[in-house]
């Protein structure tokens, strides 16, 4: 599939990316005959992941905008936190690695298509630490890593396409790793509360 080379700022949706990946090592998209809506709110239940996905093990929210994944194989396991850095509805997600070198970045995007579908986009940049850093130069790393996400793509298709609808969806946005709110909090008293009774 062709895709449109943009500045990396604004999608075919017009939505400003703000922060667009300025490199990748991976970039796979694949197309699902379900609206936009639909993969987008399933692809939100983070917790869901483990019912397609044939490497992710389990998926704990630890805080609005962290989510702490287990992935592996058989008895090799890897646990690692995530946080989302800016999330628009319908439209686009950013994520980077928490441990003490992000170990990667990614986004993924969410395009109508002509035929009332979907195609969803993931790219990501990895940056392991120390010498491992080669490996990632090399070429069959970088394909195997994108087999990797392709088939996680397609079990997403399959699951989502069989369900035919989302299993729940979360809606809200999240700017610069914070979650923003349809209406400001109000503003805090400084007049002390003083128990009642």
Same mark, same amino acid.
């Given at each position: 599939?062709?895709?449109?080379?943009?500045?990396?700022? /604004?999608?075919?949706?017009?939505?400003?990316?703000?922060?667009?990946?300025?490199?990748?090592?991976?970039?796979?998209?694949?197309?699902?005959?379900?609206?936009?809506?639909?993969?987008?709110?399933?692809?939100?239940?983070?917790?869901?992941?483990?019912?397609?996905?044939?490497?992710?093990?389990?998926?704990?929210?630890?805080?609005?905008?962290? /989510?702490?994944?287990? #992935?592996?194989?058989?008895?090799?396991?890897?646990?690692?936190?995530?946080?989302?850095?800016?999330?628009?509805?319908?439209?686009?997600?950013?994520?980077?690695?928490?441990?003490?070198?992000?170990?990667?970045?990614?986004?993924?995007?969410?395009?109508?298509?002509?035929?009332?579908?979907?195609?969803?986009?993931?790219?990501?940049?990895?940056?392991?630490?120390?010498?491992?850093?080669?490996? #990632?130069?090399?070429?069959?790393? /970088?394909?195997?890593?994108?087999?990797?996400?392709?088939?996680?793509?397609?079990?997403?298709?399959?699951? #989502?396409?069989?369900?035919?609808?989302?299993?729940?969806?979360?809606?809200?946005?999240?700017?610069?790793?914070?979650?923003q709110h349809d209406t400001p909090e109000p503003p805090r008293?400084?007049?002390?509360?003083?128990?009642?009774?």
């Amino acid at each position: 599939m062709a895709h449109e080379e943009d500045d990396g700022r /604004t999608g075919g949706d017009g939505v400003v990316r703000r922060r667009p990946l300025r490199e990748r090592h991976v970039e796979e998209t694949v197309e699902i005959a379900v609206p936009v809506r639909t993969a987008y709110n399933q692809w939100t239940q983070f917790k869901t992941f483990p019912r397609f996905s044939a490497v992710v093990q389990g998926v704990e929210q630890v805080r609005p905008t962290v /989510t702490a994944w287990t #992935i592996g194989y058989g008895p090799l396991r890897h646990r690692f936190s995530v946080e989302i850095l800016e999330q628009d509805p319908d439209a686009y997600l950013a994520w980077r690695g928490l441990e003490q070198h992000p170990t990667h970045e990614g986004e993924v995007e969410f395009r109508p298509t002509e035929s009332g579908g979907t195609a969803i986009t993931v790219r990501m940049f990895l940056r392991p630490p120390g010498p491992a850093k080669a490996l #990632i130069r090399s070429s069959r790393v /970088t394909e195997l890593t994108a087999r990797l996400v392709r088939g996680e793509l397609v079990r997403f298709q399959h699951f #989502i396409e069989g369900l035919g609808q989302e299993g729940g969806a979360w809606r809200g946005t999240i700017r610069n790793g914070r979650v923003q709110h349809d209406t400001p909090e109000p503003p805090r008293s400084r007049v002390a509360q003083w128990p009642v009774g």
